[in-house]
């Protein structure tokens, strides 16, 4: 961990609807527009920092979308917070740690609805291959909740598990990816690094590879023996350390007892 960013705070855009400039037409396509519009508010100083959030859905643009952000303006690049297959990823990982490739939000018909984990409709999946009718089987969401209105409130005291499964999901999928760009890794998210700004917290997340780190002067060792995990901090510092309980938060993801299988595609 680290400490956090400094505080940010939202501004409200600058630019008038109908003075907004016009969006070229090799960008008018989603996600690459979204790209677009984020640096516009770069480029006169409206912020300092902006973001673009999207899933892979069915858009075919994400390659463009990923080099776009890649362009510095005024010094600054757009920042992305993508998930795959959908948003609702972020969601499912504020209850547990899962690898399944699903293959799509919900499942659907043109536009009828199969209405996934409800069991109403012949083509239901039971959440084989939908994330919502996956959280509806496993009792995270109620089966005639709208996935799209579920507010923060009701994940907010799962903020710190779903961060912690974030970052190990990401790290595993990288790791994985055989040299593939993230818009083509299945699942995939790092909503949790808007997250982490949009709620300005105090310490940030970092994925350690081995148990022994040592952050700002402090040497950790974590061990394990039987059910019990030892965790040693020296501190190499002058300074005296006083270590507050809210300093540490102890997230247990993944290994056998995962509760999603990671071949159920």
């Not at 959030?53 to 600054?76: C, I, M, R, T, Y």
């Not at 490739?101 to 012949?122: D, I, L, N």
């Not at 039971?126 to 209105?149: A, E, P, R």
Request: positive net charge; aromatic residues 8%.
């Amino acid at each position: 961990m680290r400490p956090g960013g400094r505080l940010r705070k939202m501004k409200p855009a600058s630019i008038p609807l109908d003075d907004a400039p016009v969006i070229p037409k090799e960008y008018v396509a989603q996600p690459t527009r979204y790209v677009w519009e984020a640096q516009q508010g770069l480029k006169d100083g409206t912020y300092d920092e902006a973001w673009a959030v999207f899933d892979k859905d069915q858009h075919p643009e994400h390659a463009e979308a990923f080099d776009l952000a890649g362009q510095s303006v005024n010094g600054n690049l757009v920042q992305i917070a993508f998930s795959s297959v959908s948003f609702e990823t972020w969601i499912l990982l504020h209850h547990e740690f899962c690898t399944t490739a699903f293959r799509k939000s919900q499942c659907r018909t043109q536009k009828e609805s199969h209405e996934c984990g409800q069991g109403v409709h012949e083509q239901d999946c039971n959440g084989i291959h939908c994330i919502t009718g996956y959280l509806k089987i496993k009792g995270y969401i109620g089966k005639d909740v709208d996935v799209k209105h579920i507010g923060y409130a009701s994940l907010q005291s799962l903020t710190h598990t779903a961060l912690g499964n974030a970052l190990q999901l990401r790290h595993q999928a990288v790791s994985n990816s055989g040299g593939n760009l993230v818009h083509l890794l299945n699942p995939y998210t790092c909503v949790d690094r808007l997250v982490f700004k949009l709620l300005q917290l105090k310490w940030d997340y970092k994925w350690r590879q081995h148990s022994d780190a040592v952050i700002h002067g402090l040497s950790l060792h974590i061990e394990r023996q039987g059910n019990v995990l030892r965790l040693t901090i020296n501190n190499h510092k002058k300074q005296t350390f006083i270590l507050l309980p809210a300093y540490i938060h102890l997230s247990i993801t993944g290994g056998p007892n995962s509760n999603c299988s990671k071949d159920k595609t």
